[in-house]
């Protein structure tokens, strides 16, 4: 069995080998060439998955070491691989949506002539994504982070003619670099404390390392987090990326790449459990992303941005809970793989809806949709219903947990982190609702666009709407099938701990304020969209929805703080070249030329003039020695 | 005769010529100063070896006189061609090797 793990990775490295070199020939192929090598990675996974169930929960993890790719002594990097139930979980998630969304892309992509390139790129995704996860050491997982993130650069700017996705693609890179930043350090600190950096033995020596270190690790991983998974303060590439076509938007910044940040820190567990000043930072992370993309997720007018900070928000649940320790891993990773299946579900209805609509992605130019387009209605609507926590679909299940988890902290925190996830639930109701009434319901909004092309909004064709469909079942009943048995705790516990933590107040009472809050929600949204027409044009709103509008003015901080900073900074170490090192170097320089010139006027051609130097020190010369002599 | 005389003599042949190399600007005369003092020195030699009772200053002395006459012949040659093309046996006016 553990033969095949490597075959996981092999398939879709293949498949991107494969179709980016191959060249035009397989234009006409390459779209199938990639869906059946995700679907045989896809199938691997089954297959080991299978095997692992039939097998006790302690000897489930399986290791295969492919290679020794760094053999120095002393430094011992291997190329090998490791599949516990962590990893397993993660395998599943990705091949299982990523071939969704290959079989997606076949007929979103139809009519752009790079869709064996776009395919190319999304197999490389797959590829370097399965390594990030299945990976069995730091060094080997950041080959895989490097990998994905190359992947999203590349299919951002899919459409690298429009200067806003090249724009995007450099932005996301840059600031994601800033994340890999933090986990090369992370890597080498680790080195140095540790001397290795395979999980195993990382993770075991904890225990006896001083706390500050682990902290300084702890933080170095958590920077690494938040560059990848958009959290703040590294979170404003991620509305950007939405200049990528759907299926990515789907696939790598909603259900996969984004969340490998809390696949790090569910992964790093034990160094966290050891420094609690780390996990303490992890929390705060999440507790503000949560609300920071849920409000810029409620101003957004575009649908991929309104559903970018959704994701953003989801994904700051995600990483609160990851930081509640051994309290909430479990429901980290539980939340991650629902959120996997509702939020890939909404995109891909997004796109549907852009596709139906010439590309257009205001949502005040919708309306109506539901009678146009019924399949991506309903499994859109089952998405939504997920997403806001509807009792009995999947969100409900997860989001549910971690709200319980953050009350079960204790104390004063798990006050606060109760409330903030709470109010984030209530949030995410109101926008969710929106997007689904400004989308589906009310009048149609539409106009002719400048060409005079009405747009005439038409269901998508079968490649597209089943994975919908199939999506749309995960979002109902994937949440159910984990909780009752508590079948997914069980499954990931040997990995990474549980510990129920003492909550203050009962499961019923969480469940209940969640239900009220989520009702408040909806009804707020209901007030504001549904009772009354939408105005077609955004009206001026108030302050904080202009600020929401610009994503809570990131850019403008950034481009203040950062882009003016730097720009200062350069400019103060400019000016310290110019004047102090420069003026030292050119003072030298004009010192010793005024010497010369003056030495110079020694040399003044005449014959007789060195005559008299000549014999002034032979003078001087037979002076010295008769005076040593005498004394 | 006291030996000593002679390098009294000698030194002050020396100094004139010295003084001569220094203060004079025609070429011939800066010349025949240095000739001067070649010939200061020979005597010189040639008075020590009178005084310690060998030979070896005379040697010495003929020696001078050999490079002394190879000298006169290369410098009286550059003087010439000095003169030629300068129309002037000033060394003074030959002070083109400065900056």
Same mark, same amino acid.
């Given at each position: 069995?553990?033969?095949?793990? $490597?075959?996981?990775?092999?398939?879709?490295?293949?498949?991107?080998?494969?179709?980016?070199?191959?060249?035009? /020939?397989?234009?006409? $192929?390459?779209?199938?060439?990639?869906?059946?090598?995700?679907?045989?990675?896809?199938?691997?996974?089954?297959?080991?998955?299978?095997?692992?169930?039939?097998?006790?929960?302690?000897?489930?993890?399986?290791?295969?070491?492919?290679?020794?790719?760094?053999?120095?002594?002393?430094?011992?990097?291997?190329?090998?691989?490791?599949?516990?139930?962590?990893?397993?979980?993660?395998?599943? +998630?990705?091949?299982?949506?990523?071939?969704?969304?290959?079989?997606?892309?076949?007929?979103?992509?139809?009519?752009?002539?790079?869709?064996?390139?776009?395919?190319?790129?999304?197999?490389?995704?797959?590829?370097?994504?399965?390594?990030?996860?299945?990976?069995?050491?730091?060094?080997?997982?950041?080959?895989?982070?490097?990998?994905?993130?190359?992947?999203?650069?590349?299919?951002?700017?899919?459409?690298?003619?429009?200067?806003?996705?090249?724009?995007?693609?450099?932005?996301?890179?840059?600031?994601?670099?800033?994340?890999?930043?933090?986990?090369?350090?992370?890597?080498?600190? *680790?080195?140095?404390?540790?001397?290795?950096?395979?999980?195993?033995?990382?993770?075991?020596?904890? %225990?006896?390392?001083?706390?500050?270190?682990?902290?300084?690790?702890?933080?170095?991983?958590?920077?690494?987090?938040?560059?990848?998974?958009?959290?703040?303060?590294?979170?404003?590439?991620?509305?950007?990326?939405?200049?990528?076509?759907?299926?990515?938007?789907?696939?790598?910044?909603?259900?996969?790449?984004?969340?490998?940040?809390?696949?790090?820190?569910?992964?790093?567990?034990?160094?966290?459990?050891?420094?609690?000043?780390?996990?303490?930072?992890?929390?705060?992370?999440?507790?503000?992303?949560?609300?920071?993309?849920?409000?810029?997720?409620? $101003?957004?007018?575009?649908?991929?941005?309104?559903?970018?900070?959704?994701?953003?928000?989801?994904?700051?649940? *995600?990483?609160?809970?990851?930081?509640? %320790?051994?309290?909430?891993?479990?429901?980290?990773?539980?939340?991650?793989?629902?959120? %996997?299946?509702?939020?890939?579900?909404?995109?891909?209805?997004?796109?549907?809806?852009?596709?139906?609509?010439?590309?257009?992605?205001?949502?005040?130019?919708?309306?109506?949709?539901?009678?146009?387009?019924?399949?991506?209605?309903?499994?859109?609507?089952?998405?939504?219903? $997920?997403?806001?926590?509807?009792?009995?679909?999947?969100?409900?299940?997860?989001?549910?947990?971690?709200?319980?988890?953050?009350?079960?902290?204790?104390?004063?925190?798990?006050?606060?982190?109760?409330?903030?996830?709470?109010?984030?639930?209530?949030?995410?109701?109101?926008?969710?609702?929106?997007?689904?009434?400004?989308?589906?319901?009310?009048?149609?909004?539409?106009?002719?666009?400048?060409?005079?092309?009405?747009?005439?909004?038409?269901?998508?064709?079968? #490649?597209?709407?089943?994975?919908?469909?199939?999506?749309?079942?995960?979002?109902?009943?994937?949440?159910?099938?984990?909780?009752?048995?508590?079948?997914?705790?069980?499954?990931?516990?040997?990995?990474?701990?549980?510990?129920?933590?003492?909550?203050?107040?009962?499961?019923?009472?969480?469940?209940?304020?969640?239900?009220?809050?989520?009702?408040? %929600?909806?009804?707020?949204?209901?007030?504001?969209?549904?009772?009354?027409?939408?105005?077609?044009?955004?009206? /001026?709103?108030?302050?904080?929805? /202009?600020?929401?509008?610009?994503?809570?003015?990131?850019?403008?901080? =950034?481009?203040?703080?950062?882009?003016?900073?730097?720009?200062?900074?350069?400019?103060?170490?400019?000016?310290?070249?110019?004047? +102090?090192?420069?003026?030292?170097? =050119?003072?030298?320089?004009?010192?010793?030329?005024?010497? #010369?010139?003056?030495?110079?006027?020694?040399?003044?051609?005449?014959?007789?003039?060195?005559?008299?130097?000549?014999?002034?020190?032979?003078?001087?010369?037979?002076?010295?020695?008769?005076? *040593?002599?005498?004394? | 005769?006291?030996?000593? =005389?002679?390098?009294?003599?000698?030194?002050?042949?020396?100094?004139?010529?010295? #003084?001569?190399?220094?203060?004079?600007?025609?070429?011939?005369?800066?010349?025949?100063?240095?000739?001067?003092?070649?010939?200061?020195?020979?005597?010189?030699?040639?008075?020590?070896? /009178?005084?310690?009772?060998?030979?070896?200053?005379?040697?010495?002395?003929?020696?001078?006189?050999?490079?002394?006459?190879?000298?006169?012949?290369?410098?009286?040659?550059?003087?010439?061609?000095?003169?030629?093309?300068?129309?002037?046996?000033?060394?003074?006016?030959? #002070?083109?090797?400065?900056?």
């Amino acid at each position: 069995m553990e033969n095949l793990i $490597a075959l996981l990775v092999a398939a879709p490295l293949l498949g991107a080998a494969v179709l980016l070199c191959g060249g035009r /020939r397989l234009d006409r $192929a390459g779209h199938w060439i990639g869906t059946v090598l995700a679907a045989a990675s896809f199938v691997v996974g089954v297959v080991l998955f299978t095997d692992m169930l039939g097998k006790g929960a302690e000897d489930r993890a399986l290791h295969q070491k492919l290679f020794s790719w760094i053999p120095v002594e002393g430094f011992q990097a291997d190329v090998a691989f490791q599949l516990d139930q962590l990893s397993m979980t993660f395998v599943l +998630l990705i091949t299982g949506v990523g071939t969704l969304i290959h079989i997606y892309s076949i007929g979103y992509m139809e009519h752009d002539e790079r869709r064996r390139r776009f395919f190319g790129y999304l197999n490389l995704f797959l590829a370097a994504m399965l390594i990030l996860v299945i990976a069995d050491n730091y060094l080997l997982l950041y080959v895989g982070w490097e990998g994905v993130g190359l992947a999203s650069y590349l299919l951002i700017g899919f459409w690298q003619h429009k200067p806003s996705a090249a724009t995007a693609a450099k932005k996301a890179f840059l600031v994601n670099r800033v994340g890999d930043m933090g986990l090369s350090i992370a890597i080498m600190l *680790m080195f140095t404390t540790f001397g290795t950096f395979a999980f195993g033995p990382v993770l075991e020596a904890t %225990g006896e390392t001083s706390e500050g270190k682990l902290t300084a690790i702890g933080l170095m991983l958590l920077l690494a987090a938040c560059g990848k998974s958009a959290q703040v303060p590294l979170q404003s590439w991620l509305g950007d990326a939405m200049e990528g076509p759907t299926p990515v938007s789907a696939l790598i910044h909603a259900a996969t790449m984004v969340t490998a940040g809390v696949y790090l820190i569910v992964r790093s567990g034990a160094i966290f459990n050891a420094a609690p000043d780390a996990q303490l930072v992890v929390v705060v992370v999440g507790a503000v992303t949560l609300l920071f993309g849920a409000i810029v997720g409620c $101003a957004k007018d575009d649908i991929k941005k309104a559903l970018a900070g959704s994701t953003m928000s989801q994904i700051g649940y *995600m990483i609160l809970a990851a930081g509640l %320790g051994p309290i909430g891993y479990v429901f980290a990773i539980m939340h991650l793989v629902t959120h %996997g299946f509702f939020k890939a579900g909404l995109f891909l209805g997004a796109g549907s809806v852009m596709h139906g609509m010439n590309d257009e992605v205001d949502m005040r130019k919708y309306g109506g949709l539901r009678k146009f387009m019924p399949v991506t209605f309903v499994t859109f609507g089952l998405g939504y219903l $997920a997403i806001i926590g509807f009792p009995g679909l999947s969100g409900f299940f997860s989001k549910d947990k971690i709200i319980e988890a953050a009350f079960a902290k204790g104390g004063t925190e798990g006050w606060i982190l109760g409330a903030v996830t709470l109010l984030g639930a209530a949030i995410t109701a109101f926008y969710m609702t929106r997007v689904m009434l400004m989308t589906f319901f009310g009048e149609k909004r539409w106009q002719p666009d400048a060409g005079g092309h009405e747009p005439h909004p038409h269901e998508s064709p079968k #490649s597209m709407t089943i994975p919908m469909i199939v999506l749309a079942f995960g979002s109902v009943f994937a949440g159910g099938f984990f909780s009752i048995g508590d079948r997914f705790l069980h499954w990931l516990e040997p990995v990474t701990g549980h510990d129920h933590g003492h909550a203050p107040v009962s499961a019923t009472t969480v469940t209940a304020a969640t239900m009220v809050v989520l009702v408040i %929600g909806v009804a707020i949204a209901w007030a504001m969209y549904g009772r009354r027409p939408v105005p077609a044009v955004a009206p /001026r709103g108030s302050l904080l929805t /202009r600020a929401a509008r610009r994503d809570l003015l990131q850019d403008d901080f =950034n481009h203040v703080v950062l882009v003016r900073g730097g720009e200062h900074l350069t400019r103060s170490l400019v000016y310290v070249d110019h004047t +102090l090192v420069d003026g030292v170097v =050119n003072g030298t320089a004009a010192s010793m030329g005024g010497l #010369s010139g003056r030495l110079r006027k020694l040399q003044n051609g005449y014959a007789r003039s060195y005559a008299v130097s000549m014999f002034g020190g032979a003078a001087v010369l037979i002076a010295a020695t008769l005076l *040593m002599r005498a004394v | 005769m006291n030996p000593v =005389n002679y390098l009294y003599l000698a030194a002050l042949l020396f100094t004139i010529g010295a #003084s001569g190399v220094l203060i004079r600007r025609n070429a011939i005369v800066v010349f025949m100063c240095i000739e001067l003092m070649l010939n200061a020195c020979n005597l010189t030699l040639v008075a020590f070896s /009178r005084m310690h009772g060998n030979l070896d200053g005379q040697i010495i002395a003929f020696f001078t006189m050999v490079v002394a006459a190879a000298e006169v012949v290369i410098g009286l040659a550059i003087i010439v061609s000095l003169f030629r093309s300068r129309h002037s046996a000033s060394v003074d006016d030959a #002070s083109l090797m400065k900056l």
